[in-house]
């Protein structure tokens, strides 16, 4: 069974920084490419980021709204993705969720963690 | 970066009936592969989305037969034969073509 735990949310000050972990466990992590979407409260879904896997060239790509601010990391030894967040701002406020799939051309399955519930605010 | 605009905002349903929801991107999805990247997922109050179809028109895993999705370059329909009352929640489109990927606003689905 695939299992996406994140951790590390809670609140913060505008300017601050905080650290998310997705642990992954039931696949193959070296394989897969890690997303990471956020929600604020009572709004639709924003694409925060991507990293490729380390066998892909382990690149990643950024949302407009985080560009420069948020950076995406993963560590294989731990299974494990990592998003770090600086200089946050008011509207960075929300639950980010991991995620990843598992897809072919005609088959298609998608896993995604709890959330971790991130507030920013004075 | 692409704009997805779907609609309605809200869709009423009533059990056993049919529902349409529709997705338009400001630029065309249709790769040169013959692929259409554009996928659609479903968040039920309180939980995490999931993933209803992919590339189009393709079910994901265990998702049941009443789901279609249908369109091209860039204009998409996700439709549900017989609409059940699992099915509420917001649905949203997300374009996987080029990064970043972006999400439509969703549709919500309620039963009336």
């Known amino acids: 069974e695939v299992i996406l735990v994140e951790s590390g949310g809670g609140l913060a000050k505008p300017g601050g920084s905080l650290r998310l972990s997705c642990e992954a466990s039931?696949?193959?992590?070296?394989?897969?490419?890690m997303t990471w979407v956020r929600q604020a409260p009572g709004k639709g879904l924003e694409w925060v980021g991507r990293?490729?896997?380390?066998?892909?060239?382990?690149?990643?790509d950024y949302g407009r709204a985080v560009e420069g601010r948020f950076t995406i990391s993963s560590d294989e030894s731990k299974s494990s993705v990592y998003l770090q967040m600086n200089d946050l701002k008011i509207d960075d406020t929300g639950i980010y969720y991991c995620?990843?799939?598992?897809?072919?051309?005609?088959?298609?399955?998608?896993?995604w963690g709890q959330g971790a519930l991130v507030a920013v605010s004075s | 970066d692409i704009v997805m605009t779907q609609s309605p905002l809200s869709l009423p349903v009533t059990p056993g009936e049919p529902a349409s929801m529709s997705c338009r991107s400001s630029?065309?999805?249709?790769?040169?592969?013959?692929?259409?990247?554009l996928d659609w997922y479903l968040q039920r109050p309180g939980q995490s989305p999931q993933l209803v179809i992919f590339?189009?028109?393709h079910r994901a895993s265990g998702v049941p037969d009443r789901f279609s999705g249908s369109g091209s370059v860039t204009n998409f329909t996700l439709e549900i034969s017989k609409v059940e009352a699992d099915d509420v929640g917001i649905y949203y489109c997300?374009?996987?073509?080029?990064?970043?990927?972006?999400f439509g606003g969703g549709t919500k689905v309620e039963i009336k």
């Open positions: 995620t990843t799939d598992d897809c072919t051309d005609v088959s298609c399955h998608d896993h």
């Open positions: 039931g696949f193959n992590f070296n394989n897969a490419w």
């Open positions: 990293i490729k896997s380390k066998t892909d060239g382990g690149t990643t």
């Open positions: 630029k065309s999805l249709l790769d040169s592969n013959g692929h259409n990247y």
């Open positions: 590339l189009g028109s």
């Open positions: 997300m374009q996987g073509l080029q990064t970043p990927h972006t």
